[in-house]
Structure formats: C-alpha cells, structure tokens
C-alpha cells in the first residue's frame, strides 16, 4: 500500500507536470488531469475533436513536461507499417541485417491523426500498445519504460479519415474531447501565443526514472475487494444492456481499475473510493461500446447508456474499518 511520503511526492510531481501542461492548454485542466492520470496508470490517451482546439498541442506539451524521449508521427494515408515499427536494412560490407527502430522507439509518441492513416498501418500500433514491444522479422524488441501513446484523431465524419478498428479502440485507456475554449480561455491563447511559442518556455518536470517511480506508487494504491466487483460490474452490466451490441472488455476493467488507482494517489489518497471509478467510467469505456441501431435511432450515444448503467450498478458501502479499506 503506498504510504503518505509517497503519496505526497507524487501529489507535488504531477503538480508541477500538470502546471507545466496547463501552460500552454488553456482552460482545459479536466483534460490536463485526465493526461496525467493515463500517464500514471501506463495507458494510452485517445484526443478527437475537430481540427484546431489544440489535439496536437495537448500531445506536445505533455512530451515537454517530461524530460524523456519524444518521437511524433505524422498518420497518413501512404504511410507504411515499417514506418511506426522499423525495418531491417541488409549491410553488404556485414552481410547480415541491422535494425533500424521506427517511430514508436520513443517513451512518448505522438501519433497525429492516427485515423487518416490505412488500418494496415494502424495496426503496427497493437503489439506496442499491448506488450511494449516490437516484433520485426521473428525478432522481439522491448520497448522502454514508461510508453505511452497520446494520439489525436479528426471524427470519422470528416474527409479523408479511417475510423480505428475495435481492437485499436480498445488499447487507449480513456479518450477525451477538447472541445472549444470559453471566450476568457481563447483571450489568454490569443495574447499569449500570439507572442510567442508557448512550447518553447515550457521546462520539464520530471525524467523517465521519475515516473517509472511514479508509476509503482499508483498501483500500490488499496483497492478494496467491493471496488473491484464495482468495476466488474459496472463493466459486465454493458455487455448485457440491449442499447449496447458491443460491451466492454476484460481489457476495460484493468484498465479503469488501473485509472481509478491513478486518480486516487493523484488526490493524495492511499486507496481508491467509488467517485474515483464513477468518474473516470465514462472516459475510459465510452470509446469501446458500439450502440445499437435502436439506440441509434433514437440518439441515444455510449455515453448515454453508461450514465443510465452508472445509476443502475449498486455502489458499494465503506468497509467497517479503515486500515482495509477506504474510510467512510
């Protein structure tokens, strides 16, 4: 179980990532938060929205705000698998082959609209996301710790995109919209950057090693027996709802638990409470339901049925004591 020391270190580092973040992303510290919280937890972040609110730039500056290896790539529709995983160059004067690491060698990548890339290409992303490794002509390359893949995508309504696969959907921890600054927020952005590249000042504030230390500290965090069988069943109540023909995975259930364990130690806290899952549900299994052509009919989106589901599943009470669980 993670102790005070080291929830209280965690609380001022992600403190000084999320300043950082927040000084370039103006007016969006739900979205800031909700970056750091899928750093902590080893996921992978999903930003879609339309072009212009700043996708690329949320992607940027959370490379900026920790000191490790950055790689960005461009999806588009020419671009090949070997691009994102790498290739293996035969050298004459050796006359053997040597590894040449593509994009994704990186602890962050930057994937910009991932969605205007070929699901061929797209797909090169599955082994890495999963696994954290590579598989080039029967050779295996591990990838580095931490890895997270912070990728934008345009909606599937405009020109010129792929819409991801189910299986590429369902390796993001959690997606999250930018939408459109309030008139204040777009005010600052046109004084600040209007004058300067806001990325340009933005100083790191931590190192990989850091958030790797980081990142044992949230899943030390205490889930209680009952929180667990909240997020088992607020999952498995997807897959049997009539509105939804395509329910949550396995995969969705660790990775919100994982999230929920994130977002608890960022509070300060040593152990996860029912607001930690019921806040973070809609962002992290949302993206992964398909609705039904009746919910469709009716304008009815994931988000809808997991907001009916949310007041549906039974939320479990304190336990009696709090050194075993969360305390009432």
């Given at each position: 179980?993670?102790?005070?020391?080291?929830?209280?270190?965690?609380?001022?580092?992600?403190?000084?990532?999320?300043?950082?973040?927040?000084?370039?992303?103006?007016?969006?510290?739900?979205?800031?938060?909700?970056?750091?919280?899928?750093?902590?937890?080893?996921?992978?972040?999903?930003?879609?929205?339309?072009?212009?609110?700043?996708?690329?730039?949320?992607?940027?500056?959370?490379?900026?705000?920790?000191?490790?290896?950055?790689?960005?790539?461009?999806?588009?529709?020419?671009?090949?698998?070997?691009?994102?995983?790498?290739?293996?160059?035969?050298?004459?004067?050796?006359?053997?082959?040597?590894?040449?690491?593509?994009?994704?060698?990186?602890?962050?990548?930057?994937?910009?609209?991932?969605?205007?890339?070929?699901?061929?290409?797209?797909?090169?992303?599955?082994?890495?996301?999963?696994?954290?490794?590579?598989?080039?002509?029967?050779?295996?390359?591990?990838?580095?710790?931490?890895?997270?893949?912070?990728?934008?995508?345009?909606?599937?309504?405009?020109?010129?995109?792929?819409?991801?696969?189910?299986?590429?959907?369902?390796?993001?921890?959690?997606?999250?919209?930018?939408?459109?600054?309030?008139?204040?927020?777009?005010?600052?952005?046109?004084?600040?950057?209007?004058?300067?590249?806001?990325l340009a000042v933005v100083r790191p504030a931590?190192?990989?090693?850091?958030?790797?230390?980081?990142?044992?500290?949230?899943?030390?965090?205490?889930?209680?027996?009952?929180?667990?069988?909240?997020?088992?069943?607020?999952?498995?109540?997807?897959?049997?709802?009539?509105?939804?023909?395509?329910?949550?995975?396995?995969?969705?259930?660790?990775?919100?638990?994982?999230?929920?364990?994130?977002?608890?130690?960022?509070?300060?806290?040593?152990?996860?409470?029912?607001?930690?899952?019921?806040?973070?549900?809609?962002?992290?299994?949302?993206?992964?339901?398909?609705?039904?052509?009746?919910?469709?009919?009716?304008?009815?989106?994931?988000?809808?049925?997991?907001?009916?589901?949310?007041?549906?599943?039974?939320?479990?009470?304190?336990?009696?004591?709090?050194?075993?669980?969360?305390?009432?």
């Amino acid at each position: 179980m993670a102790g005070p020391r080291e929830l209280e270190y965690l609380a001022g580092v992600t403190g000084a990532i999320k300043s950082a973040i927040e000084s370039v992303i103006e007016g969006k510290p739900d979205v800031v938060d909700l970056a750091v919280t899928v750093l902590l937890a080893e996921g992978h972040l999903l930003v879609e929205d339309v072009p212009g609110v700043g996708k690329t730039m949320l992607a940027k500056a959370m490379a900026r705000a920790v000191d490790c290896s950055v790689k960005r790539i461009q999806f588009t529709p020419d671009l090949l698998p070997s691009d994102v995983t790498g290739v293996s160059i035969y050298r004459q004067e050796r006359h053997d082959f040597e590894f040449k690491p593509g994009a994704v060698f990186a602890n962050i990548v930057v994937g910009d609209e991932i969605n205007r890339a070929s699901p061929k290409t797209q797909s090169a992303l599955l082994e890495c996301m999963e696994e954290h490794q590579v598989t080039v002509d029967g050779v295996t390359h591990r990838l580095e710790s931490p890895f997270i893949v912070v990728a934008t995508q345009n909606p599937v309504e405009m020109e010129g995109t792929f819409p991801l696969p189910e299986a590429q959907r369902d390796r993001f921890m959690a997606r999250v919209s930018m939408g459109y600054p309030s008139a204040h927020a777009e005010l600052d952005m046109l004084g600040h950057h209007g004058e300067h590249d806001p990325l340009a000042v933005v100083r790191p504030a931590c190192d990989a090693n850091t958030v790797r230390s980081l990142i044992a500290v949230s899943r030390a965090v205490y889930a209680a027996d009952g929180i667990k069988e909240y997020v088992v069943n607020l999952v498995r109540a997807t897959r049997s709802n009539p509105e939804l023909r395509l329910g949550a995975s396995p995969r969705s259930a660790l990775q919100l638990l994982r999230a929920s364990k994130a977002r608890a130690a960022m509070s300060g806290r040593g152990h996860v409470i029912p607001d930690d899952v019921q806040a973070l549900t809609p962002l992290v299994l949302a993206h992964r339901l398909m609705p039904s052509a009746e919910a469709q009919l009716a304008r009815r989106t994931p988000a809808d049925v997991l907001s009916s589901i949310l007041g549906q599943v039974p939320v479990p009470a304190p336990r009696a004591t709090a050194s075993t669980a969360w305390p009432a």
